[in-house]
């Protein structure tokens, strides 16, 4: 990036703008649209079931000709109440030639949205019941889907296209250049020639003038002028983003590590318009440490192409939320990157997801336990059917005596419910079954057990191993080992929603303190690690997609001095689960920080805690060092402890 700033700005300049204090459009609707974007994600979901809709995507509908308040109406009289707050949005992010719509036809029947006459509805052509909401159709559901993937690809092209077209035909950075085709155009009403006489008029400049009627000089100087005011705009970007040498080190770095320089560079040479566009949304930088304890930030807003939610790139149709956007954009923008990464639609995640199932064979005898959870608790007979991991390969540096290991563990509410399946119809989910096998809580508490374990006889570090849990929040619950393990798991509480970014800040805290003379700490990034800050090796324990994974990916793309394993606990025969672990098989091949081991149902702990130390210390371990590893410490080491 530095190579390619034109010689008005600098990093060492004297110009300060607080990072806290610069604001643009984007910034402004975003933080509107985050006073109330939590409660409106909620409500929805509340309408959902009690309508007994399970998918994410449908929304309840119920028409009538009288005044009705029930639950349904009650929401629809909420979303348009935020029409304001979506066409503030939408004029910050939308690019030039693009039109403001909603999908609220009861304020205004003519809303130029082109997904209410290309899209059937879930619920067929009979529309909604008068008496009551009616129960979307797995027909009509599966042909909703259908067209609309149809229309995202459609439009999308459609967008990147007139994006493309609108952008700059030379490099607005040759400051010479662009002045000197400024100052050779006249746009004034009377020109002199070359004598200094005043040129003679045109018989139609009159009747131009009064229809407004430019000459093709004048057009041609208002679009140089516009290119200056782009340039002019970027550079106060910059600048109010990047005031001071620190912070700009800080970004360069970061999009070294992301693999970004380069695209970045390009989109600033070539594509200025859609570059200010980024610039404004924070894609060149890191995530500001403020956001994660945030119930809504900019990469936790919706994205809904049927309502008129948009996203930031020209072709964010198909994305749920903004950090999933921005986690495709980046993959399919780094050095390196081949073909496009496209996020799989709905139909194709849930066939991938049913394929991978379907893969899922026994388990290796060798690893079965009587005390395995599943076995003493007696759900079911047996383990379940596991999809076996790919092969492992070393591809992070394997475990030195300085890197630090923790833990940190999902207690959502899910950790603690009887493990439910849904049931589906085509596309469409009906219902849920329940499934005997322990509850994912009593799975993690298992593997943490059998993993510290190994661990301490591995590095002979009998203190033991911080543990971190999340929900809605963080809570550090302090260092565990073989001795105590029962006593501080009473500390740790089950219920809330599923943020993982909340547990990830804590780690990081605990992490640079322990670390901080190697480390420095900038205001709006956070810790920043040292070529000396030793590497964190963390054991992440999920039963589920967390709410802002897509953001602790991102955030994970950025960082050198972490290694993240893991573990997804699942449901014997969710298409959910196997869909989660797709999705994190594709991040962990991109990305070597990140790998990952799946269990489902009835789970084999011996046969999981085997292929999480592998991943964890970086190298093959062998069965016959597992088995040495995962014996309990001598109890005689306790006192050493005490």
């Known amino acids: 990036m530095s190579a390619d700033l034109p010689p008005s700005y600098s990093a060492t300049s004297a110009h300060r703008i607080s990072p806290t204090l610069h604001t643009n459009a984007v910034i402004e609707a975003g933080n509107v649209r985050a006073r109330d974007e939590q409660e409106m994600q909620f409500l929805l979901q509340s309408v959902q079931q009690l309508s007994h809709i399970y998918n994410p995507e449908i929304e309840p509908e119920h028409d009538t000709d009288y005044y009705c308040s029930c639950h349904i109406h009650r929401y629809i009289a909420r979303k348009m109440s935020r029409l304001n707050v979506l066409e503030m949005w939408s004029r910050a992010v939308m690019y030039p030639g693009e039109k403001f719509y909603h999908d609220c036809y009861q304020a205004s029947w003519f809303t130029n949205n082109p997904y209410a006459t290309n899209v059937v509805s879930p619920y067929g052509y009979n529309g909604a019941s008068l008496y009551g909401s009616q129960r979307p159709s797995p027909h009509y559901h599966a042909v909703s889907i259908r067209q609309t993937i149809r229309l995202n690809e459609s439009l999308n092209a459609r967008a990147q296209a007139a994006v493309r077209a609108q952008e700059p035909p030379f490099n607005i950075w040759e400051t010479n250049s662009l002045e000197s085709s400024m100052s050779s155009m006249s746009i004034a009403d009377s020109a002199s020639n070359s004598s200094g006489q005043p040129s003679k008029r045109s018989k139609l400049s009159g009747l131009k003038r009064a229809f407004s009627i430019k000459s093709s000089e004048q057009k041609e100087a208002i679009k140089v002028s516009k290119w200056i005011d782009l340039r002019t705009a970027i550079l106060y970007e910059e600048r109010g983003r990047w005031p001071d040498k620190a912070t700009w080190e800080i970004v360069t770095i970061y999009q070294e590590k992301m693999g970004m320089t380069e695209k970045i560079s390009e989109l600033r040479t070539r594509y200025p318009l859609q570059y200010l566009h980024l610039l404004r949304a924070g894609y060149f930088e890191p995530i500001p440490v403020s956001w994660a304890n945030l119930a809504s930030n900019p990469l936790k807003f919706s994205i809904d192409a049927a309502a008129g939610w948009r996203g930031i790139t020209p072709a964010w149709r198909g994305y749920e939320d903004t950090a999933e956007e921005r986690l495709y954009w980046v993959l399919n923008h780094r050095a390196g990157s081949t073909g496009a990464r496209l996020k799989p639609d709905i139909i194709s995640a849930l066939d991938r997801a049913r394929a991978r199932m379907a893969s899922a064979v026994e388990p290796p005898p060798a690893y079965f336990a009587v005390d395995d959870v599943c076995h003493v608790q007696h759900k079911s007979k047996g383990y379940s059917h596991q999809v076996m991991p ?253």
């Open 390 to 642: 790919p092969a492992f390969r070393p591809f992070d540096g394997v475990e030195t005596p300085l890197d630090d290991t923790m833990i940190l563990l999902d207690v959502s509410g899910s950790m603690d419910f009887e493990p439910v399946r849904p049931n589906y119809n085509q596309y469409l989910v009906t219902g849920y079954s329940r499934s005997t096998q322990p509850k994912n809580k009593d799975v993690a508490k298992a593997i943490i057990r059998r993993f510290t374990d190994a661990m301490a006889n591995h590095d002979q570090n009998w203190q033991g191993y911080e543990l971190t849990t999340f929900s809605s929040h963080a809570d550090h619950i302090g260092v565990i080992n073989h001795w105590n393990f029962d006593e501080m798991w009473r500390w740790v509480g089950f219920g809330g929603l599923t943020r993982v970014m909340t547990g990830w800040q804590k780690v990081k805290e605990l992490h640079f303190q322990k670390h901080s003379e190697s480390a420095t700490y900038h205001p709006v990034y956070g810790w920043q690690a040292g070529p000396q800050t030793p590497k964190l090796r963390l054991l992440l324990l999920l039963d589920g997609e967390a709410l802002d994974m897509d953001e602790f990916e991102l955030d994970l793309l950025g960082l050198s001095w972490v290694h993240v394993t893991i573990f997804l606990i699942g449901v014997d025969g969710c298409p959910h689960h196997h869909r989660h672990a797709n999705e994190l098989q594709r991040i962990s091949e991109v990305n070597p920080h990140v790998s990952f081991v799946d269990a489902q149902g009835n789970a084999p702990e011996r046969f999981i805690t085997h292929e999480l130390l592998k991943r964890h210390l970086g190298y093959e371990v062998s069965m016959t060092e597992f088995e040495e590893l995962e014996h309990p410490p001598p109890y005689s080491v306790s006192a050493d402890i005490q």
